[in-house]
């Protein structure tokens, strides 16, 4: 079967065709990263407006480098949920248009069970159930994936997700947007021992909080400047990733060791992270644990991983009608009966 994605809920335009939820044929992806770094984050009105002007040419790209043609296409699928809405609306819409104007089913996806699906892509045997981490720009989870669309939700943010964290630090040290590439970046020659930033305080056993680390890094910066002293930039961005990808790192594979989990996975933009991917590495091996994460590519956001999923939401049944409407927030596990 093959799917066409459609993903626009923050700053990339991204569609792809994805068979049977694991072979991807095409994945093509326009970002409006660069200019939204103009900004020191993502503009939402900037982004839909993208997003409409893209939208099309990136959908005929996906075809064309699919080599298929839209009447080979079974199903077009799209992240109605969650994300900026504006942006989100222009995707369904799209993807709505292309549907039923090509007569074909049209398959709504969550964004973070996407995230997940990118799992699928680089493991083909890869099978729930497996505990992931999914840490985005706007989530940090930790769930346990029951089925392909049943997920149980152990663990969450309690304040900022990690990307976001990543970013706002990465504004404090003027390193620029995304976040998370330029503080590691910046972190390459850097002592990670050098600043002493704090393990936030949290309540429940597999939540996480950032705030608190973002606003320890914003006082080393603060207190330097009343000081008139010089901080060491690829100091404090080595300190902060090594804090936060150690946080991660531990919440994850005590929730592991907790629930008996015999495959970890990780997921979500975070998920590129080097340090983070080595520290599950250790901490997975030591655990006699399976480790599996995303390529590299398939980490941010891209409509391969929506299709991945959209195969699984088909299957399960999981169609829209003409009725479909995008959201801003949807926790991972909702049921789709509650959105009739
Ligand atoms: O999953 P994603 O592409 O979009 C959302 O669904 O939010 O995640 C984007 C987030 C951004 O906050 C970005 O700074 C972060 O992922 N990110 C990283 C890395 N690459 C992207 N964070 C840490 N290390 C990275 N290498
Ligand atoms: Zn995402």
């Not at 021992?193 to 056993?205: M, N, Q, T």
């Not at 060791?257 to 996975?265: F, R």
């Not at 941010?300 to 399960?316: C, K, R, S």
């Given at each position: 079967?093959?799917?066409?994605?459609?993903?626009?809920?923050?700053?990339?335009?991204?569609?792809?065709?994805?068979?049977?939820?694991?072979?991807?044929?095409?994945?093509?992806?326009?970002?409006?990263?660069?200019?939204?770094?103009?900004?020191?984050?993502?503009?939402?009105?900037?982004?839909?407006?993208?997003?409409?002007?893209?939208?099309?040419?990136t959908?005929?790209?996906?075809?064309?480098?699919?080599?298929?043609?839209?009447?080979?296409?079974?199903?077009v699928?799209?992240?109605?949920?969650?994300?900026?809405?504006?942006?989100?609306?222009?995707?369904?819409?799209f993807?709505?248009?292309?549907?039923?104007?090509?007569?074909?089913?049209?398959?709504?996806?969550?964004?973070?069970?996407?995230?997940v699906?990118?799992?699928?892509?680089?493991?083909?045997?890869?099978?729930?159930?497996?505990?992931?981490?999914?840490?985005?720009?706007?989530?940090?989870?930790?769930?346990?994936?029951e089925?392909?669309?049943?997920?149980?939700?152990?663990?969450?943010?309690?304040?900022?997700?990690?990307?976001?964290?990543?970013?706002?630090?990465?504004?404090?040290?003027?390193?620029?947007?995304?976040?998370?590439?330029?503080?590691?970046?910046?972190?390459?020659?850097?002592?990670?021992?050098?600043?002493?930033?704090?393990?936030?305080?949290?309540?429940?056993?597999?939540n996480?909080?950032?705030?608190?680390?973002?606003?320890?890094?914003?006082?080393?910066?603060?207190?330097?400047?009343?000081?008139?002293?010089?901080?060491?930039?690829?100091?404090?961005?080595?300190?902060?990733?090594?804090?936060?990808?150690?946080?991660?790192?531990?919440?994850?594979?005590?929730?592991?060791?907790?629930?008996?989990?015999?495959?970890?996975?990780?997921?979500?933009?975070?998920?590129?992270?080097?340090?983070?991917?080595?520290?599950?590495?250790?901490?997975?091996?030591?655990?006699?644990?399976?480790?599996?994460?995303?390529?590299?590519?398939?980490c941010?956001?891209?409509?391969?991983?929506?299709?991945?999923?959209?195969?699984?939401?088909?299957?399960?049944g999981?169609?829209?009608?003409?009725?479909?409407?995008?959201?801003?927030?949807?926790?991972?596990?909702?049921?789709?009966?509650?959105?009739?």
């Open positions: 079967m093959y799917i066409l994605g459609i993903e626009s809920s923050c700053d990339e335009t991204a569609v792809a065709v994805v068979r049977d939820g694991r072979e991807v044929l095409s994945s093509v992806i326009a970002s409006s990263a660069a200019e939204q770094n103009l900004y020191g984050g993502v503009v939402p009105e900037i982004a839909s407006r993208r997003h409409i002007e893209n939208i099309s040419a959908a005929r790209l996906a075809l064309e480098q699919a080599n298929l043609p839209l009447d080979a296409i079974d199903a699928a799209v992240t109605f949920a969650p994300g900026l809405i504006g942006a989100v609306l222009v995707g369904v819409n993807a709505k248009g292309l549907a039923f104007g090509a007569g074909k089913p049209l398959v709504p996806v969550h964004h973070l069970r996407g995230h699906a990118a799992l699928y892509l680089a493991h083909p045997d890869l099978k729930p159930p497996f505990l992931c981490m999914v840490a985005s720009g706007g989530h940090s989870h930790i769930v346990r994936v089925d392909y669309t049943h997920f149980q939700v152990l663990g969450r943010t309690v304040d900022d997700a990690a990307g976001e964290a990543f970013d706002k630090v990465s504004r404090t040290l003027r390193l620029g947007y995304p976040g998370g590439p330029a503080v590691s970046k910046a972190a390459l020659s850097g002592n990670p021992k050098a600043y002493k930033l704090p393990v936030p305080h949290v309540e429940g056993r597999y996480v909080s950032f705030s608190g680390l973002k606003t320890a890094v914003l006082n080393v910066v603060n207190q330097a400047k009343m000081k008139d002293e010089e901080i060491s930039v690829p100091d404090l961005a080595a300190s902060f990733e090594w804090r936060i990808t150690e946080i991660l790192a531990d919440k994850l594979l005590l929730a592991a060791k907790d629930t008996g989990a015999d495959t970890i996975c990780l997921a979500g933009g975070v998920g590129a992270n080097h340090l983070l991917r080595s520290q599950l590495e250790e901490g997975a091996k030591k655990m006699g644990a399976r480790l599996c994460m995303p390529e590299l590519k398939y941010g956001d891209n409509a391969a991983m929506i299709a991945a999923q959209a195969y699984y939401e088909y299957l399960a999981n169609i829209a009608g003409p009725r479909l409407n995008g959201l801003a927030t949807l926790p991972i596990d909702y049921s789709p009966a509650e959105l009739d």
